[in-house]
Each structure stands twice: as structure tokens, then as C-alpha cells.
């Protein structure tokens, strides 16, 4: 049997070990994440809002007056505008309009709020530039899935207006981890496990946070008035229960989602979809439903 | 504030109390069901399928070598191909393919598992007409989604072709009713409770039939090798969850799935497809997903 592309992923993956320290760990993922470079018809360009640090990409042909603003994944410890250019800029592509990556503040060096500080300051920056909310999508892959849930909520509790949509990539929704999925797909995820999480989650939050603070697990939130929302995720992830059970609160809100369940897909794979065909389709769908949602 | 669509249909099927005995609840849901005919445009015709009665339905430009096989929904106690008629005709067209709509018999006068045995039959019948089941899709709503899921269990433990992919509107999965939201969702959803789904079920399957059986309770099968499926569920659903926790076991199992939470959509509501919007709206939906599958 061919060695299959999602099956080349996870070589690429874990051929070598997850190093042990922070800025090992950064770096890695930042070399794992750019293996693919934009493609060259990609124009980015560094852009300071206001004190955080962002990146414009636009692809040929896409709409300069609507965004999507993009928070990238990483476990709110790594991850950077470089790991997660490929899957931006792409993205951009398919909802044809600019994108705005944020560089947000890591922990553990920046523990929570400082994301959302963050998150929130780029929005603002973004309404600043004349961009009605009802031209914004919000996205993000794993912990960036939380902080852009996370911003909906901070919106909605200023009394702002609320993006056209949010896309959801693997989103780590749970930091209580409670969800089943994290011990039945724990063989079979190549990347995300339990205690890797609780790393992360306590450098995140460390205690005494409370990790079911429905701004630090979005799950625990109250949905009203959210905007519809696209959730996609991996049949082998350990956050496939991250993401079925975000479905069913913010359904249960009535709040319009869908949800893809992709098989055989791992933890945000369409950061790889250069070289692999169901991240092109991932990205194609989330395209649609954005542009069926800011026309 | 003017009465929205959806108000309209729950004043239809509230405006009197459901009928206590079978026969007149049969009745009842005949005629809400059948409020508004099929368009004018849609040829339907009977159909013995070995025994089984069913009805062809096509609308014009439809391809008659593609099937939609539809199993109504009614708790295994009532509906009919009078009552979803107009829902699967227009299904039908949405697919661009024709449809066999299914009379298996009902319970309480023919308990688990003559229902079973008919939707074989009829899967039987439609293969005989020279059908690759490449070319068919299975559907149903409520008990009819149950009827669906299992007769793919039946076909794959029979060592025989499975459709191409199946579409369940607010699918029965769970007849032990375990879920979340049929508490949670009581008082919003004006249709299914857990007192009448108790009745259904023991009607369908009298003690001491085991509800956790996976024939009876598909939420619990094994998923293998089966087909893509659309799970499309209303928020006001005390099922909610019957279709959020169908989505998580099936996509655990390597299945393509994607499941739609329709704000203040109610049970089974593309059966009202003329007088709702997002009734037609589920049913285009659907009707791409289908022929995305069978091209």
C-alpha cells in the first residue's frame, strides 16, 4: 500500500521528538508549520496594530474590504505568524478576502488574559481601519479556536459588535479536559495528549485559575447571540470531544453550526495542505461558508 | 414583531393536542405532514417492492439512475408516504434524483424487527432494478434516521454493498434516552418529550428487548466502513443531542460526518418545506451534499 499523504504528515511530525523547552518547542513548530512557504502569488506584509505585532496576506483577486482575522494555534505557548503562513494565506485564498494573522503574547512568560488583550486590541485595530464587524470572520486552529470563542464573548460582554462568523480548526475548547475523546483517540493522535495539554493549560493558567472560567474553556460559555459558526476537526484527535461538544452547546443556543468531522485527519492539518489534498478541502469548505456568510 | 415561519408551523401542530390512540395519531400526522402537496411538477407513482409498498417520486431534469431511498420518520408508530411526501419529493429534487419512499409496517402491530426486514427488502428491491448502490443514498428523519443507520449496520454484517452516503434529519438514535437535551430542550421543543418517546419506544421495542442494542440504538453501533453522512438537527430539539453524540461516535470511527444545528428549527422541520424557508434551505442542502457524493 503507498504511503498515504496524511501518513508523509505524520512522519514529518515525529521523526523527530517534541523537544522539551519553550523555545525548542517554538522553534519546532515554526519549522514543522513553514515546511511549505506561501505560495508565490501571496502578497503579506507586516503590519503593527496597535502595539501587537500582525501580518496582511492577500491572494490575487480577494476582497481588500473584508478579513479574516486569524489566531493561530500552538497551546497559547507556541505557534507564530511564520508556523502558521501556509495555512493563513491559504485560507485568505478560499474566503477570497485579506487576512490579519496576530502574533499574540505567549505564555508562559504571558499567562491569560494577555491573549485576549491581545486579541481584543487587533480587533479594535481592525474596526479602526473602517472594517465593519459584518465584513470580519474570526478563526483559529486549537488553542487559537479558544481565544477566537474567547474574543466573541469579551465582544459581546463590551457590548461591541460581533464578527460575520467564526471557523474553528481542532479547537481547544475543554481545559478542565474532560472530554472522552482525549483517552479513546489517544493511540491515534500523532500530537495532542493529556498530559502535553495539562503543560500547557498550566502555563496558560496557572493555579489558582479556574480552568472552567468560561473565557478560558469556551465550552463552559453561554453561546447567545453568537454568530454561526463552522467548526472542523480530525477523526484522530484527541479534541474530536472538544469539538462535538462545542457543537452541541453553542447548537443548543441557537446558534447555526456546522461541524466536519474529517477521517483519518489529524490536529489542524490544514496548516499542511500543500501537500495534502483534504487540507485544500478543508480550507475550500471553510471558504464557502464564509463567503455564503459576509457576500 | 410579525410571526416568524417557524411560529406558524408550531401554531399548526400545536393548535390541537395529539391524539391519544394510534389510529388517530396516525391520522394526525398524516394530515400535518400533508398541509401542502407535493408541487405540481412531481410525478409519483406506486410501487411494490417485493412485497413492501413504496412510491417512486421524480421531478423534471432528475436522473432516474440515481436513487434517494427515504424510511419516514413517526416513532415506528405513524407516518407514512402521505405524511413525508412532500418532504421527499422535494428532497428529491434538491439531489436532483429520483426517490423511493418507503410504507414499511408499524408498531405497536409489528414490533422491532419487522421494520428492519422491510427496509432490507426495499434496499433488496431497488438493487434488483440494477442499481450500483454507488448511486443510492439512504435518508430519514426521526425514527426513519434510525431506520436508516441500522439497515447499513444490516448491509455491512450481511457482506453487502452500503449506499453511497446517508442523510438523517433529526435522527432517533438514542432509545434508552440518555441525552442531555431531552431535558434540557424540554420545554422549547413542542413535539417530542421523553414521556411520548418512552410510549414509542416500548410500542417499537416491549420489554425485554434490550434499547441499548445497537439495531434498536444506533448512537451505540460500530461505525465502521460506513458511508458520509449529513446529520441535520433543529436547536429547539429535545434530540439535539441524539444527533451531536451520533456525530462524535461516527466521526470517532473514521466516518466522514457533518451535522448542522438549524437555529430554532423544530423536529424534523424540511417536512414543512413550503411554508419555511430554512426548510428549503435544509433540503438544498442536503440535496448538495448527496449529489457531491454521487456524482
Redesign the interface.
Known sequence: MPQSEIDAIRTLLTVKPRPVGWAERRARLDEVGSTWSPADDIKCKAVDCDGVRGEWSIAPGSDTKKVLLYFHGGGYCSGSIVSHRRLVTEAGRAAKMRTLAIDYRLAPEHPFPAQHEDALTAWRFLRKQGLDARNIAVGGDSAGGNLALSLISRLRAAGEARPACAWLVSPWTDLTMSG??LA??DLVDPLIHKAYLEELADAYAPEPTDLTDPLISPLFANFSRFPPMLIQ?G??ETL??DA??L??A???????????????MIHAWPLWNAALADGRRALAAAGDFIRARIP
Not at 453553542?250 to 483519518?264: F, I, M, N, S, T
Open positions: 472522552a475523546t479513546s483517540r476537526v477523526s484522530a474530536l470531544s462535538t461538544r457543537a452541541e453553542a447548537g443548543a443556543a441557537d446558534v447555526e453550526v456546522r461541524l466536519e468531522v474529517w477521517p483519518h
